[in-house]
């Protein structure tokens, strides 16, 4: 049973002036036995202290939870704890017990007669920590003999205050985070993040942070873990915490992880659409490779022909050549950022023939237009250049057998007619030219 009896500043101090005038006159008579042995020391009681909670200047009124039995008429005060004798000091003297005011419970206030700073400072110490004890024994003016105890303890939680209960020792605990995959990632990777908190029976949940943002809703410790997955952590570093907050603080303290250091980096670069060769697939058309990546920084090109890379080729778009006709070509597009690379190729296509050479300057006959004269064809110009002619010489329009070279000489059935050269130009992969020149008359 606590009492709870208080009294104001005012009366704690009326108590202690004639407590205090008391213990000169008992002093004065020589009266004073400090003697706390005897026939008996049994426990008659507990005493409540007021205040219950203070400082170590404050005044303390200790109440007694009953009267002391007869035929004890004084007392005396005693505390133990860190920094006072074994034996206890004395903080109130001998006293007679009538000079104390009696409470509505049927005890006694007994005001300390100074504060507990007070007391330290007389024991020679200076810090005061834990737990210290008063007891009230019950007794006579003179002798030894005791009749029973009354007690109350205190606690310094720390060196200037004290509570009158018990504190609660308050279990520390230690959290850590782990997190996998390990760094780095790239974005939109599932994070597990793993707190393990000690000790394993602490309960409570877990709030993991990045940074001071918090990540999806507080985990329930179980088994001393907490798991917390993710995948939207954004492109950057990160600092990861596990900040654990105990089911009941009296008994587990909280605490938070060191911060983890987690980079993300850019998802490498996604085909949107395949690598393409795209137009007019035949010698002498330009194609392009035709693709797209998301989140690529840039795009590089290759060509292939029949499967295997043509040096120096390296533009988006190529004009293909004669020598790659009836081959096989394809392009390879490959995207980049600074997470990596991502390579498309496209399907491989047959370089079809190339359109017919086109006559720029008509071929021409030079030479002295007279029958025994040699006359000489010219072949003209084309586009694309020709690498071979061959010729065909006409009379009238009328192919002359045999006049397949590129000179001719006019014979007497020549006179009075006309002739004309046909040229056909030829070049690899594409299709032949042809043109025919003026015509000259031979004389």
């Known amino acids: 049973m606590r009492f709870t009896t208080r009294f104001t500043t005012e ?12 213990l000169v006159s008992l002093l004065a008579a020589g009266s004073l036995a400090l003697g706390t042995g005897g026939a008996s020391a049994d426990v008659l009681g507990g005493m409540a202290v007021d205040p219950a909670t203070g400082a ?38 001998n006293s007679p017990i009538d000079i104390y005011p009696a409470t509505q419970n049927g005890g006694f206030a007994v005001p300390l007669t100074e504060t507990m700073r007070d007391y330290a400072s007389e024991a020679g110490f200076t810090t005061l920590q834990g737990r210290y004890d008063f007891t009230l024994t019950c007794r006579m003016p003179f002798g030894s003999t005791t009749y029973g105890d009354f007690t109350a303890p205190i606690w310094f939680t720390s060196d200037t205050t004290y509570q009158s209960t018990e504190p609660v020792t308050v279990t520390p605990t230690t959290t850590k985070l782990t997190a996998s995959p390990a760094s780095p990632v790239v974005q939109g990777t599932a994070v597990k993040l793993t707190a393990a908190v000690s000790p394993a029976t602490a309960t409570g ?12 809703s507080p985990v329930t410790v179980s088994g ?19 900040s654990f907050t105990p089911a009941d603080p009296a008994v587990y303290g909280p605490s938070v992880s060191a911060a983890l250091s987690y980079t993300v980096k850019i998802k490498p670069p996604a085909v949107v659409s395949a690598a393409k060769v795209t137009g007019t697939v035949r010698a002498g058309s330009t194609v392009t490779c035709s693709v797209s ?6 795009v590089s090109y290759a060509w292939l ?5 043509i040096s120096g080729q390296t533009a988006k778009t190529r004009t293909l050549g004669g020598a790659e006709y009836k081959h ?44 025994g004269y040699k006359q000489t064809a010219k072949p003209g110009s084309w586009k694309p250049a020709a690498t071979s002619y061959s010729y065909v010489w006409k009379r009238d329009g009328k192919t002359i057998s045999g006049a ?32 025919t020149s003026v015509s000259v008359k031979i004389a």
């Open 11 to 22: 009366r704690f101090k009326a108590v202690r002036r004639p407590l205090a005038a008391a």
């Open 205 to 216: 949940t877990v709030r993991f942070l990045d940074g001071t943002t918090q990540l999806g």
């Open 293 to 298: 990546f998301s989140g690529a920084t840039s």
């Open 404 to 435: 397949t070279k590129s000179t001719y000489t006019p014979t007497r059935s020549d006179r009075g007619h006309k002739l004309t050269v046909t040229v056909t130009a030829k070049r690899g992969g594409y299709a032949n030219g042809s043109a």
């Open 56 to 93: 170590d200047t404050s005044g303390i009124l200790l109440t007694t939870a009953g009267q002391c039995p007869q035929p004890a008429t004084n007392l005396i005060v005693t505390v133990r704890g860190a920094g006072f004798p074994a034996e206890g000091q004395i903080v109130v003297g």
């Open 328 to 371: 096989k070509i394809a392009c390879r597009a490959t995207g980049k950022n600074t997470t990596g690379s991502t390579v498309s190729t496209s399907p491989a296509v047959t370089v079809g023939l190339g359109p017919a050479l086109k006559v720029g300057t008509k071929p021409s006959i030079s030479g002295t237009h007279k029958v």
């Open 224 to 242: 001393g873990t907490a798991t917390l997955s993710t995948s939207s952590l954004a492109v950057g570093t990160h600092s990861l915490k596990a």
């Open 305 to 309: 022909k029949d499967g295997k890379v």
